[in-house]
């Protein structure tokens, strides 16, 4: 472990960016507009500059070298073995390292783009404040060397991303849509906070309260013996309990089932907030903690098949919804949810170098996209709804409306689509076979069905990914003419291009997510996979552990992530075992790689099947979605996608009505004011007549005064004597 | 004896308040600012308090004690003049100094009528209030603790809102009630103890009677307990004794609700703390579940019941009763966390709702109406007004890097952490106050804040001014940094927290002997051991 004093400046320069905004908004001195979207911008270069130098050093020292600084001790309560320390300070490990960068550097190109979006915004150097904040809350999640520090980021970036989707907060919607947000990141928060209380309780057991990952890793084997009894539940292994509780965190701010029902609402904000904090970053950061906590759940079993099970199952629901959605940033919200989803899904079955490598792919291509729809909203003067859109890139190359828009949009739609040779291909296919090809331990055949899901789940996302597109970029356009539904039009010559310093970031992005594919690019095609190959000494910790516990005999088969790294001689940790193994590898190798040739093949087929149907559907028969008048008349299954299954009606009635009737009615109007005020004022009634008629004691009548008396004398007399 | 700080701080105030009867009662202006000047003053002299404090022992500092009263028979004085702080109550003296000016301030246009009247009581209650914590005697705790309610029925009597009477003596019903249980069990208390001492001793002196009246009998020990805590449980206000609270608060000035839920709702926690807990450490820990259900019932309930109030200061004070129930459950959770969290909690209770007394009353200066439905969209009007709203609104919430986590997430954690059976569950219960803060807290703040402007009246409300900010930013500034660095005042706790621990320790053994309920398996047991 390396000291450094350079990671701090990495949350460090954003905030000093916000400081310098922020206390121009405050005394309302707005600096020039473009200052404030420079110092902004200039603040993340600054970070990612830093992150880049500290990448640098950091691929220089050995496999599982890291840097560690402590910025001060934060919280301390307690003494000796009661001592619970929460230290501020930060770790710059490869998993770190690797999501510093990627937030980092796509959270600047998003911040350029901004400057162009904003340009008009009277609230521009709040906005920047506010973006900035975020960058600093982010960078705390992913940099923390211990649990608290993450949680910080993690309610911080719940913080910006409410104040961001209410940043035109004078639309009551728009502010409960961010209210929404943080509301339902906070019942997230709920089970984080549990589970943290788990692991501090156990961490107390096995002696000494921490939750830095360092210290939890070292007590893992400890932790992992010891169960919890929750009276009228059951007894569970304190392992599981941590890693479900910790997951219902995950499931809020990363948008999973049954959580994931404000990210659709938050497209209320800005899209580049979108892009950013609703797509690229912060909703991964579940998926980062679960790899973070790898160590955890590669030995908690079935908290692990919960995450691949919602995340199958959160991939597959969100991408269905998406195919009927008319809101282009809708579509794409409900794209994320489904692509999260991919990523539990990797996470969940133990390969976690694979799910952070899908969330770094899906950060460029769908921050890209985002961006993208940013642009055609802007060119189309706040259109946000495909049906008015169309022919944005046709004609010869001179000839299209939005050159580098479509072309970027149409390149990173194949990416998210699952065709070769993009990096979207190459991520959610490692995913898919994993999930495929790793037993599960709990039960036996439910790998195969997350891996249904997620096949699913992909061709619903060609399909709607293309149905989108070819509605926005394609076909002749629809935005010109007024209509019964839609009042307002916009002439066609009308729709321009965006400034240069909108698109190029997004042709920045498209190189990012084109040339990544080759960077974790699959065994297939090289044999190396060089992101596994750098994670795995911080994400595969775990599987070392367990590999520990199990001893050598079959230590390896549970993971076939593990296998495939065994297979490597350079890879540390499991490598130990690898000698004993490897013959039987070798065999088992060659089958494995066929099957793996094969399902690839289905994939790639599902994918372009998607893509087909899509173009076919929409691009050659150019079926036209619904009008909002004819939106009435469509059947069953496409109302009950239309509107998304009526989740949110649900939730409304069967949780937020009732617990507001019951609280107004029950627990204010009748408990409070007739049950307690009641008797506190019937007590205060009677009190009033007792000393009235106590009052009639008081007689002026010297005898009866002289008769009391001896009665009391008498009582206490006979107290003393019988007492 | 050495330079008497605590006499100078305790009395300093009333004789300040004294100096405002020579001032001609038509010049507003200048009672206002002697009554302010005074109020610095004492907070200038409180803040060495805090830097020469001897953060490594769990003793009582800067103690005074002269013999006050003496009885028939006894060589010693059974009253004592006695103030000492330590760690517990050097933070809460603070607050009573940091909050006083800055009501004083808040009160300058807010008061227009008996303004001198309103001087006095105020300067009077922070005498009253600052021995209350610093009183180290139940007989000058009473007379200190009585002192108290009499400006605070006058501030809520006579410059309260229109139904101030009722709102009075439902306070005064309350109050005198639980009054009237502690003055009889400190005597029975002082009997008790001068039975188990064989007739020798009548003290009233806390430090002797921390040694002795833990060895009564439990039986004894439950029935004085239930006599403290039922008088400090009015106080804090625990559920279901609280519904004097909102009618107290909704009628009493700002300034009088700010004094209320920052400084006098802690005199109920702080006599848990100081009197109830550590005298009778055996029916502590045999109330826990008790008092545990009944902390986490007010979490749950205040914030469900403040979710649905029309009115916002009705509102601020049901989430009053959320926030001391976070309180309660900490001190009885009965670990070091939990009890540092506790009190950690009082301070930011202090600051976050205080805030929100002031900010309210800010508003209500300038429309006269506190109702949620009269007002919407007010960030585009005021937006500086805005931004401090939400910043305390934050720190209510218990947003990380703002006071309230730091106090929330110790009480949650201690709570989880505690020996009795039924910890996890109550930890898992006080935690879902966690998400229904943010919910009545953020929904309130979007019905007032965001939306368009619908109602015209509120267009024209000026911004804040500069008095305002002043008295606004010191308490932005101790949000942030309790948030960011509650190191200091953590540490200068810890020994006092240590100390009170101590008393419960053989307790609680004994009582839990027979093994948690959580189980581990036998593997475990000889790893870690």
Redesign the interface.
């Known amino acids: 472990m390396h000291s450094t004093s350079l990671i701090a400046l990495i949350p460090l320069f954003p905030l000093l960016g916000v400081l310098v905004n922020g206390v121009s908004v405050?005394r309302?001195k707005e600096l020039p507009r473009k200052t404030v979207g420079r110092i902004a911008a200039g603040s993340v270069f600054l970070s990612a500059l830093t992150a880049t130098y500290l990448f640098v050093r950091l691929a220089q020292l050995p496999d599982d070298g890291k840097f560690h600084q402590v910025v001060?001790?934060?919280?301390?309560?307690?003494?000796d073995a009661?001592l619970?320390s929460i230290p501020f300070a930060f770790t710059f490990d490869r998993l770190s390292a690797v999501m510093a960068l990627t937030v980092c550097w796509v959270g600047f190109l998003i911040h350029v783009y901004s400057i162009g979006y904003m340009a008009e915004d009277p609230s521009v150097g709040r906005y920047f404040t506010y973006l900035n904040l975020f960058m600093f809350a982010m960078l705390l999640l992913v940099l923390g060397s211990n649990l608290?520090v993450l949680?910080?980021g993690w309610?911080?970036v719940g913080?910006c991303s409410?104040l961001l989707i209410?940043f035109w907060?004078?639309?009551?919607e728009k502010?409960?849509a961010g209210?929404k947000a943080?509301?339902v990141n906070?019942?997230g928060?709920?089970g984080f906070?549990?589970g943290?209380?788990?692991l501090?309780?156990g961490m107390?057991?096995?002696?000494g309260m921490s939750l830095e990952y360092d210290k939890l890793q070292e007590a893992i084997l400890?932790l992992k013996?010891?169960?919890?009894?929750?009276?009228g539940f059951g007894?569970f292994p304190l392992l599981e309990i941590v890693g479900v509780c910790m997951f219902i965190g995950a499931t809020g701010k990363s948008a999973q089932i049954p959580l994931y029902i404000w990210l659709p609402d938050a497209m209320a904000g800005p899209t580049p907030v979108s892009a950013l904090i609703h797509a690229a970053t912060m909703v991964t950061a579940g998926v980062y903690m679960v790899a973070r906590m790898g160590f955890l759940y590669s030995l908690a079993p079935f908290a692990s098949t919960v995450v691949a099970l919602v995340g199958g199952l959160t991939a597959l629901f969100a991408a269905t919804i998406g195919i009927a959605q008319n809101d282009i940033k809708k579509v794409l919200a409900y794209s994320t949810v489904s692509q999260l989803g991919y990523m539990f899904m990797g996470v969940g079955v133990g390969a976690y170098s694979a799910g952070i490598f899908h969330l770094v792919t899906h950060a460029f291509f769908k921050a890209c996209l985002f961006l993208g729809s940013g642009a055609v909203i802007m060119a189309c003067h706040h259109e946000q709804d495909i049906r008015r859109m169309g022919a944005l890139w046709t004609g010869r190359w001179s000839e299209k409306k939005m050159k580098w828009t479509g072309l970027t949009f149409i390149l990173a739609t194949l990416c998210i689509a699952g065709l070769p040779p993009f990096s979207g291909f190459v991520s959610k296919d490692e995913i898919l076979w994993m999930a495929f090809s790793t037993p599960n331990s709990v039960y036996p055949t439910v790998h195969k069905f997350i891996w249904g899901l997620g096949v699913a789940g992909a061709f619903c996302t060609a399909f709607y990914m293309t149905r989108l597109t070819v509605l926005t970029f394609g076909g002749e356009y629809r935005g010109g003419e007024h209509s019964h539904d839609f009042h307002h039009a916009l002439p066609h010559e009308k729709v321009h291009e965006v400034p240069k310093v909108m698109w190029v970031p997004l042709v920045i992005l498209m190189v990012g997510f084109v040339s990544l594919g080759f960077l974790g690019k699959s065994r297939i095609f090289s044999g190396d996979n060089a992101f596994h190959h750098w994670l795995a000494p911080v994400v595969d910790a775990g599987s070392h552990e367990k590999a520990l516990l199990e001893g050598p005999a079959g230590a390896l088969l549970p993971a076939a992530g593990e296998a495939a790294a065994a297979e490597d001689p350079g890879h540390g940790a499991v490598a130990v075992h690898e000698p004993a193994e490897a013959p039987a590898k070798e065999e088992g190798g060659e089958a494995e790689h066929k099957l793996e040739m094969m399902l690839m093949g289905l994939s790639v087929a599902v994918a372009a099947l998607g893509v087909l149907l899509g173009y076919l559907v929409y691009g050659v028969r150019k079926v036209r979605p619904p009008m909002p008048s004819e939106e009435k008349s469509v059947g069953p299954a496409h109302k009950a996608l239309l509107n998304k299954y009526w989740v949110d009606e649900i939730y409304q009635a069967l949780i937020v009505n009732p617990?507001?009737v019951?609280?107004?009615s029950l627990?204010?109007k009748i408990f409070?004011v007739k049950v307690?005020?009641g008797t506190?004022n019937g007590?205060?009634r009677t009190a009033k007549e007792v000393s009235a008629e106590g009052l009639k004691l008081q007689n002026g009548i010297v005898t009866s005064y002289a008769f009391y008396m001896v009665l009391g004398v008498a009582v206490v007399l006979g107290y003393l004597i019988l007492g | 004896m050495s330079f008497p700080i605590l006499s100078i701080l305790t009395f300093f105030p009333i004789v300040g308040a004294l100096s405002l009867l020579l001032i001609n009662g038509e010049n507003k202006q200048r009672l206002r600012q002697v009554a302010f000047w005074v109020s610095m003053v004492e907070f200038a002299v409180s803040v060495p308090l805090f830097f020469w404090f001897n953060s490594t022992t769990p003793d009582m500092q800067f103690v005074e004690k002269i013999g006050w009263i003496w009885a028939f028979g006894q060589s010693e004085p059974i009253v004592h003049y006695n103030l000492g702080v330590d760690g517990i109550s050097l933070l809460l003296v603070l607050l009573t100094t940091f909050l006083t000016p800055i009501v004083l301030l808040s009160t300058w246009t807010a008061v227009e009528k008996r303004v001198k009247e309103f001087m006095f009581a105020l300067l009077a209650l922070e005498t009253a209030m600052i021995g209350t914590f610093l009183a180290l005697d139940l007989f000058l705790f009473y007379v200190f603790w009585e002192l108290m309610l009499v400006p605070m029925f006058l501030i809520i009597g006579v410059w309260g809102g229109e139904r101030r009477i009722y709102a009075t003596i439902k306070f005064f019903i309350y109050t005198m009630v639980g009054s009237v249980l502690m003055l009889a069990a400190i005597l029975y208390l002082v009997w008790f103890n001068y039975r188990a001492s064989g007739g020798q001793v009548i003290t009233f002196d806390l430090l002797s009677l921390y040694q002795t009246a833990p060895t009564l009998a439990r039986s004894v020990q439950l029935w004085l307990f239930a006599a403290f805590a039922f008088s400090f449980a009015i106080k804090v206000p625990m559920f279901p004794l609280h519904t004097w609270l909102p009618d107290a608060h909704v009628e009493a000035p700002t300034a009088g609700s700010v004094i209320l839920a920052g400084v006098l709702l802690k005199m109920g926690t702080y006599g848990f703390v100081r009197f109830a807990m550590p005298l009778f450490p055996a029916a502590t820990v045999a109330a826990v579940p008790f008092m545990s259900i009944l902390a986490v019932i007010g979490i749950i309930y205040g914030a469900l019941v403040a979710m649905v109030q029309p009115d916002i200061k009705k509102l601020v004070a049901y989430s009053s009763v959320s926030h001391l129930g976070y309180v309660m459950l900490g001190l009885f959770a009965l670990t070091a966390q939990g009890i540092s969290g506790g009190i950690y909690q009082m301070l930011n209770h202090g600051l976050s709702t205080g805030g929100l007394f002031l900010l309210v009353g800010v508003i209500y200066e300038r429309r006269h109406t506190r109702l949620i439905s009269e007002f919407g969209g007010l960030t585009k009007i005021l937006p500086v007004y805005a931004v401090v709203f939400m910043i305390v609104t934050l720190s209510s919430v218990g947003l990380p890097l703002t006071n309230g986590f730091v106090g929330e997430f110790l009480i949650l954690v201690g709570t989880f952490l505690g020996k009795n059976p039924n910890a996890k569950l109550f930890a898992l219960l006080g935690s879902l106050g966690v998400v229904l803060g943010a919910v009545y807290m953020l929904w309130m703040f979007q019905r007032v804040m965001f939306g368009p402007v619908t109602n015209e009246k509120n267009r024209n409300m000026p911004d804040l001014n500069k008095r305002e900010l002043a008295y606004l930013i010191p308490l932005l500034v101790f949000i942030m940094l309790m948030g960011v660095y509650p190191k200091p005042f953590l540490s200068r706790m810890e020994p006092s927290v240590q100390h009170f621990l101590k008393r419960f320790e053989a307790v609680q053994e004994a009582q839990y002997a027979k093994g948690p309920v959580i189980a581990r398996t036998d593997s475990v047991v000889k790893e870690v051991r």
């Open positions: 405050w309302r001060f001790s934060w919280i301390v309560a307690g003494r009661d619970f608290i949680f910080i309610e911080g913080l409410y209410g907060f004078e639309d009551n502010a409960s209210k943080f509301i906070r019942i928060d709920f906070l549990l943290m209380f788990f501090t309780w107390a057991q096995v002696g400890k013996e010891m169960a919890v009894t929750l009276p007894t617990i507001r019951a609280s107004e627990l204010w409070d307690v005020d506190v007590v205060a």
